[in-house]
């Protein structure tokens, strides 16, 4: 079977088990099988793949008409032009959540001297910026261990001159105890946190219920995390910090009027790719 033979049988294939991209997906699973790029598979379109490679890209198809994303069954995510590892135990690096990394640019973080992640999952937030603004020092937690090691991993490979201090716990509860003073406190704290609502999650594409459901379930409302985040966020947050959040656009009003009682100002939201809110966030003053 020819290359392109292969990529046309597999995003049949595909199609027929409703995928949305199923070219896209076909294309990137046989890249990954000869462990090439896209853009070379075109060049060599006419080459005769081995039994060996059709048996590995069959098998891969399989895994993704059952709904296993294409992230998981090639173990690596493009994130800010960076390549992640990430498996079943985080949640997969998405572009609308490059509006996080954009915000934090946007507010000044270069500026911002110490940083705070939180459900940093695969890292991709902290090690983002870290790589696009070496100089901030960046703490990030995960109440997950196995995700943590992954964040762990991807902040090893890809910043070999940089460091991300990492903590495993529940939120601000992660970080290690001690009196805070000036110098412990945060200008940021930024997070994609779990934020669908319970009932929602079953509704879902089969592909997304395959990630952790502890990265997506955000409670009955959707904001019992984000709740929790804003609550606490004064106590560790410097004066005149900022927070910013990912969520769902029709959560912004909710977390707008939280952001407002416990305190915050200047709050505003970022558009993701679509036009919708996806990022909102606002300063501290004690």
Known sequence: MLIREAIVQGSADLKFAG????????????????KTTRTALVAADTDTLSEKACAEFC??????????????????KEFRGLEFEVNPF???????????????LEIGAEDQGRVLELCTGSGAIAVALKYELPKLEIHATDICPNALAVATQNAARLLPHGKIQF???????????????SSQLYSLIISNPPYIQSHKIEKLPAEVQKEPRIALDGGFSGLDIIERIIEQAPDHLVNGGTLLLEADSEQMD???????????????????????ERVIGGKFEK
Do not use: M, W
């Open 19 to 34: 995928i949305e991209s199923p070219r896209l997906d076909s294309s990137l699973l046989l890249a990954h099988v000869l």
């Open 59 to 76: 098998e891969l198809i399989e895994r993704r008409c059952s709904g296993e994303c294409v992230a998981y069954i090639t173990g690596k």
């Open 90 to 104: 985080v949640l997969v690096p998405r572009p609308d959540t490059e509006i996080l990394v954009e915000a934090a």
């Open 167 to 181: 903590y495993q716990g529940d939120l601000y509860n992660a970080i290690p105890t001690q009196s805070f003073d």
């Open 254 to 276: 909710n977390i707008k009027s939280l952001l407002e009682q416990k305190g915050f100002f200047s709050i505003k939201s970022f558009n993701d790719l679509s036009g919708l």
